[in-house]
């Protein structure tokens, strides 16, 4: 039987994730830590202000984790959220598990405490960049129903790894603030397959924004979250140039495509419609030698470290 | 303030900046040391093009000026708001540079932001925030939202807000909240450089801005609950 990742509660997941018995919470509920900010505005308060922090292991490695809840206030960010998650990021520069494990799950910064929730996910990004820079990897799974936006789409993207479901969504402004703002011409936040092809996960691994896709079960994330933990950690000089190019190449050969269905054309896709009705296999397989990351990497050296280290296999 | 005239009272002494569309970049001198001018202007937003040019900047002075501090003039009105860059995957773009800023600093580049005019979320947290020393003029504009979209958004009135606003820094607009809050390490005013020269003195590579703002009294539980994770069993 298998389990929906996205469906599940992030306690869920995390419960789903890790060894049995082995699941360790770090402030857990009992202790009562509240966001100091909401009852001001006479919100209601959880009571572990919507993440979950702790450690636990992963086919035997200790991981740390944190598990965002989109159930409360969208997985957003307020100060004690923030602060869960950096104290537990700097509790891995000290004590060195095998990887740390982030479920995103947030639409970024929570505006009833906007100053403090920014700076949080400010400390948040230094923090992920902290703990890679010791050599612990950071790997962030996606595959909820809000996604992962705003700042924390940012910080996901400091992270060692990104493991992303079809249904997972991943980008900085979402489509309502992009359509509230700019109009419905611009963006269209209720046409579910224009968003589908601008953040969703399929997009994301074609345009080499996330390292691994998944089908939506607990199962498939477990695997490519031991994946990414033996594929060890690369903060390097030399992996940031390389990214550099991946990033410059792709404004130049994509800047000026309307729609996701221009950039699949590009990279190869001759019928760009049949990818939504693709499972997830079928997907990969069909990917291969079609995403912008193969090919930019395909008269480059970097192409043999990459192809190694790839866990798109799964 | 004008970016020039931000430029010239930083640089006293000298400096060549220059202005490439909304892109700032160049060099200025301030006492023993040469330091690397990288920025926007124009209240501009940092969409794809323009995250990847200030990357470039960053990397191309990791190579060529091994050690040299890092000065972000930071002018924004946040992340660009468009279909095509949501699509390009901005996020990623934002954290690559980032990623480079950190770099520089974890290869021993000194890095100072200044806010001289606005700085808004997106196109604040991948440089401005990255620093080890946040400034801003006493008068620039900080925030993540106005209070009256935020009252839209999250349906509490814009009255409530204001009202609440006078005791709390924790989500009005304004450099003072975020300096109460440990977002900024200090406000610069009078002689900008002398300002400068003391900040690349008392660079601590350390994120620190929780204690500030514990100390400051703006937000209490931030040092608190990472003491209480680490110290966890």
């Known amino acids: 039987m298998t389990h929906s990742y996205y469906e599940s509660s992030a306690r869920a997941r995390i419960a789903g994730l890790l060894d049995a018995d082995s699941f360790h919470e770090w402030l857990p509920a009992a202790d009562r830590l509240t966001s100091p900010h909401l009852a001001a505005l006479e919100q209601s308060a959880a009571f572990d202000d919507g993440v979950i922090v702790g450690r636990g292991s992963i086919a035997g490695k200790q991981v740390f984790f944190a598990a965002q809840e989109g159930g409360f206030m969208g997985g957003a960010v307020g100060e004690v959220h923030g602060a869960k998650i950096v104290g537990m990021l700097e509790r891995a520069v000290r004590d060195h598990p095998a990887a740390v494990l982030l479920l995103l799950e947030t639409g970024g910064v929570r505006l009833q405490e906007a100053n403090a929730g920014l700076i949080a996910v400010s400390e ?27 700042g924390m789409g940012i910080a996901s993207r400091c992270a060692s790894a990104i493991i992303i479901s079809e249904e997972g969504r991943l980008g900085l402004s979402g489509p309502e603030v992009i359509e509230t703002v700019r109009g419905v011409e611009e963006y269209d936040s209720r046409d579910r397959a224009l968003v589908w092809r601008t953040v969703g996960g399929k997009h994301r691994y074609l345009l080499g924004e996330c390292d691994t896709i998944v089908p939506d079960s607990m199962e498939a994330f477990q695997r490519a979250i031991i994946a990414c933990i033996n594929n060890g950690e690369d903060w390097s000089l030399e ?33 760009p419609d049949a990818i939504a009705m693709m499972d997830n296999d079928e997907f990969i397989a069909a990917a291969q030698g079609r995403r912008a990351k193969d090919l930019e990497c395909a008269d480059s050296s970097a192409l043999e470290k990459r192809g190694d280290k790839s866990p798109h296999s799964i | ?46 969409g794809v093009e323009l995250a990847l040019a200030m990357a470039a900047a960053v990397l191309a002075v990791i190579h060529n000026h091994p050690g040299r501090p890092i000065v972000f003039l930071v002018d924004t009105s946040g992340q660009r708001l468009r279909h095509r860059d949501e699509m390009l995957g901005l996020n990623g773009y934002m954290a690559h540079l980032a990623k480079c800023v950190e770099m520089a600093r974890r290869r021993g580049h000194p890095i100072i932001s200044l806010v001289y005019e606005q700085a808004l979320s997106g196109g604040f947290l991948a440089n401005g925030m990255m620093a080890d020393v946040c400034a801003a003029l006493p008068e620039a504009e ?17 009255e409530r807000l204001t009202q609440l606003s006078i005791s ?10 975020y300096l109460l809050m440990g977002g900024l390490d200090v406000l610069w005013e009078g002689d900008l450089s002398a300002c400068l ?37």
């Not at chain 2, 900080?142 to 509490?156: E, F, Y």
């Not at chain 2, 709390?168 to 003072?176: E, H, L, N, R, T």
Request: with cysteine.
């Open chain 1, 124 to 150: 948040v990004m230094r923090a992920i960049l902290s703990a890679r820079a010791a050599g612990v990897p950071v790997i962030v799974a996606i595959g909820g129903q809000y996604g992962c936006f705003g």
């Open chain 2, 197 to 233: 020269k003391d900040a690349l003195e008392h660079v601590d590579a350390n994120d620190h801005r929780r204690v500030l703002g514990l100390e400051r009294g703006g937000r209490l539980l931030a040092d608190v609950v990472v003491n209480r994770v680490s110290a966890s069993a």
């Open chain 2, 1 to 46: 303030m004008e970016w020039k005239k931000v430029v010239e009272k930083l640089f006293p002494t000298g400096h060549e900046v220059h202005q490439e569309g909304d892109l700032l970049s160049g060099e200025g001198r301030c006492g023993k040391h040469t330091v690397a001018v990288i920025g926007t202007t124009n209240h501009t937003e940092v």
């Open chain 2, 142 to 158: 900080i925030r993540v939202m106005g209070l009256a979209a935020m009252a839209r958004v999250t349906r509490i009135s814009e």
């Open chain 1, 239 to 271: 992996a940031l140039e390389r990214e550099h190019q991946l990033l410059g190449d792709r404004v130049q050969r994509f800047g000026s495509c309307k729609d996701g269905r221009d950039i699949w054309r590009e990279l190869g896709w001759a019928d």
């Open chain 2, 168 to 177: 709390s820094p924790v989500f009005a607009p304004g450099a003072k909240n």
